[in-house]
C-alpha cells in the first residue's frame, strides 16, 4: 500500500506564500510521477505541476507557471509546492497525486493514489 500525506496549507493574503509538502510511505517507486492538483468548490479537480521522480522534468498548468515550483527531494520521499504571488482565484483544497503517469501527466485519473488534501485559502 502506499500512503500520501500532505501538510503545508493554510489561508494567506493575495500576493503572499506558502510551500505544500506530500510525504510517500509503502510501496514508493522511482518511475513514479508526482503531481498536485487542485479542486475549488463545485469545480472539478484541476491539474496544478506534476514531477517526474526519475528525471526530475517537471510540469505546470500555464496560470502558475512563474508562480509556483515543484520539487522533490529522493531521500525523505517528499514532494514540495511552492507558491508564491497568490491569487485568491488559487483558493483550493490542494491534493498530491501518484502513480506510473505517460504523458498524460495533466488527467487526474492517471494517478492511483492520492493524499487527503491540504486547504488553500487566499484573501484578497
Known amino acids: 500500500q502506499v500512503q500520501l500525506v500532505e501538510s503545508g496549507g493554510g489561508s494567506v493574503q493575495a500576493g503572499g506564500s506558502l510551500r505544500l509538502s506530500c510525504v510517500a510511505s509503502?510501496?514508493?517507486?522511482?518511475?513514479?510521477?508526482m503531481a498536485w492538483f487542485r479542486q475549488a468548490p463545485g469545480k472539478e479537480r484541476e491539474f496544478v505541476a506534476a514531477?517526474?521522480?526519475?528525471?526530475?522534468?517537471?510540469y505546470y498548468e500555464d496560470s502558475v507557471k512563474g508562480r509556483f515550483a515543484i520539487s522533490k527531494d529522493n531521500a525523505k520521499l517528499t514532494v514540495y509546492l511552492e507558491m508564491n504571488t497568490l491569487r485568491p482565484e488559487d483558493t483550493a483544497v490542494y491534493y498530491c497525486?501518484?502513480?506510473?503517469?505517460?504523458?498524460?501527466?495533466?488527467?487526474?485519473?492517471?494517478?492511483?493514489?492520492w493524499g487527503q488534501g491540504a486547504q488553500v485559502t487566499v484573501s484578497s
Open positions: 497525486g501518484a502513480g506510473f503517469v505517460g504523458q498524460r501527466y495533466n488527467s487526474a485519473i492517471q494517478y492511483d493514489y
Open positions: 509503502g510501496n514508493t517507486f522511482a518511475s513514479w510521477t
Open positions: 514531477i517526474r521522480w526519475s528525471s526530475g522534468s517537471t
